[in-house]
């Protein structure tokens, strides 16, 4: 992914932060020259009809309970929520740093009880939180039924959160404070404020949701600050997909398994495409032909493109088993109902060997980076949707985010990759000048278990290939794992739609379920004070 700097608004110096215009929020003055400014002076229940009631239709739900009511208009969205800046501590945990900035956020009181409603916050992750905010349906659909106050947080140093404006990702003295518990306290901070200056939300329970990364940062809210938020709703969160807890190589044969299912085939073209690839751009002939016949926006030059664009379509692989939903959808990239089974209707002869199979490849590639059929081009460089930010994500995986992925070209369709922790490393040390500490994360939030913690639903699809980091078993009472069996990435959280699978339904009906429980029992101690 190509990285993109969104512009903040332009408004006039002068006025203070986070004005109160009645019960709204009111921008502050000048947000992008004051990043600018600061720049220059310093990313269980397995859902079965019998545990969530015995449904007379796909999208009926339990006695008492309804189905989420769809949303499917962006534009609506868009018109129910405001945006607001908070500003907030660059370092929340030292004295040595007194710089703040100010953090995006995303609000909607429309259906609000301003009695004690709760809040629903999304806790936002590797990039603009816009696109989360379009793409989690399920807060938006649920909002009107529990009369709640909708929330999205942006992540410090994604979309324009950006402690230190273009330099933020330059060196260790600015990209530093890009952590998960720096940005968790952030979140802290943002709920603590809100709270205190929204009449009647002093006494509103707070629900946290997010997807990936953003599920992980759910859970991990949950745990830390159990006194903030009253329960947590952790779809597709990896929370166990680091070193000595998920083994490397399940990753990958997760993202295989998908596609052979759909068509033995189909994978082994892909298994095969690596060894052709390298073969056919041996030499400059191969490098034009390639780079003509896929139309690659940059022709190929040397070695270090060709590993490029063998890295993109990892990531292409990767991406279209993550986002395997039942309908059409734009998350990554526009794509049709169950893409890898389009895409693999194009790749049915293994049998082809050199320019022959490439050619074959290269039209299952197409329904990926041009199913609209407006590219002009293959941009190896922009794999997912530009609001994704690798480069900050690249330097969280350097940090604390040290996922081992490994692969050995037999039992997944991948060219052969080991994990090289020292190689990686030096990796690190080379881009960002950091060095990775592998058991940060388990240390900080637990990964070797998690029966201290409460009231955290884990919820995992099993076409996602990122469930093999996943929670997926309960491990008490309160910290459940909900299994969506024709679930993709985190598809639970989307809006929802006739052609979700009765699965998804259930999770649904069962997190509804866990959200009221958790809403009564925050109530019924709130009456007990």
């Not at 942006?154 to 720096?182: A, C, D, F, M």
Request: hydrophobic residues 35%.
């Amino acid at each position: 992914m190509s990285h993109r700097t969104l512009q903040a608004p332009k408004l006039t110096p002068g006025r203070a932060l986070n004005l109160m215009c009645g019960t709204h929020f009111c921008w502050p003055e000048s947000l992008e020259c004051l990043h600018t400014r600061r720049a220059q002076s310093h990313s269980g229940y397995r859902t079965h009809k019998d545990r969530c009631g015995h449904h007379k239709s796909q999208h009926s739900c339990p006695e008492g309970q309804q189905p989420s009511a769809p949303i499917h208009m962006r534009q609506t969205r868009e018109q129910k929520h405001k945006t607001h800046p908070s500003l907030t501590h660059v370092d929340h945990f030292s004295f040595a740093n007194d710089d703040t900035f100010l953090q995006r956020f995303l609000i909607s009181d429309e259906h609000w009880d301003k009695n004690g409603g709760p809040i629903f916050f999304y806790a936002g992750n590797e990039g603009d939180i816009t696109l989360f905010a379009e793409n989690t349906g399920f807060m938006w659909d649920i909002a009107p039924e529990f009369k709640a106050m909708v929330v999205f947080g942006e992540h410090r140093y994604y979309g324009i959160s950006e402690p230190y404006g273009n330099r933020s990702l330059t060196v260790p003295k600015y990209s530093g404070y890009l952590t998960s518990e720096q940005a968790l306290e952030d979140y802290v901070a943002l709920i603590s404020y809100l709270r205190f200056v929204i009449e009647g939300a002093q006494t509103s329970p707070v629900i946290v949701f997010g997807g990936s990364y953003g599920g992980m940062l759910a859970a991990w809210f949950r745990i830390k600050y159990p006194h903030i938020v009253q329960g947590a709703i952790a779809a597709s969160a990896p929370v166990r997909q680091f070193t000595d807890f998920t083994p490397c190589d399940k990753f990958g044969q997760k993202v295989t398994e998908d596609f052979a299912n759909a068509s033995v085939s189909c994978a082994e073209v892909i298994r095969k495409s690596w060894g052709v690839i390298n073969t056919v751009t041996a030499n400059d002939e191969g490098l034009a032909w390639l780079s003509k016949t896929w139309k690659l926006c940059k022709p190929l030059k040397s070695k270090a493109d060709v590993k490029t664009l063998k890295d993109y379509l990892m990531d292409v692989w990767t991406n279209l088993a993550m986002v395997d939903y039942p309908y059409p959808a734009n998350f990554l990239a526009p794509l049709p109902a169950y893409p890898v089974k389009v895409v693999c209707s194009h790749l049915t002869d293994s049998s082809l060997d050199g320019k022959d199979l490439l050619e074959e490849l290269f039209a299952g590639l197409t329904v990926y980076f041009n199913y609209t059929g407006e590219s002009k081009c293959l941009d190896a460089d922009q794999q997912a949707d530009a609001r994704l930010d690798d480069q900050g994500w690249d330097f969280q995986s350097c940090t604390e985010m040290v996922m081992p992925f490994c692969y050995d070209g037999v039992k997944d369709f991948f060219e052969p990759a080991p994990w090289d922790f020292q190689d990686y490393s030096a990796n690190c040390q080379k881009t960002w000048g950091v060095i990775p500490r592998t058991y940060m994360v388990p240390l900080m939030y637990g990964g070797w278990s998690f029966k201290a913690a409460s009231n955290i639903v884990f919820s995992n699809g099993l076409l996602d290939p990122w469930s093999t980091g996943g929670v997926l078993w309960n491990v008490s009472q309160s910290v459940v794992a909900v299994i969506i069996p024709e679930g993709a990435h985190h598809l639970d959280l989307r809006s929802a739609n006739p052609a979700d699978p009765p699965s998804v339904v259930e999770a649904r009906c069962l997190e509804k379920a866990h959200i009221t429980k958790w809403i009564q029992e925050f109530k019924q101690l709130k009456g007990a004070d």
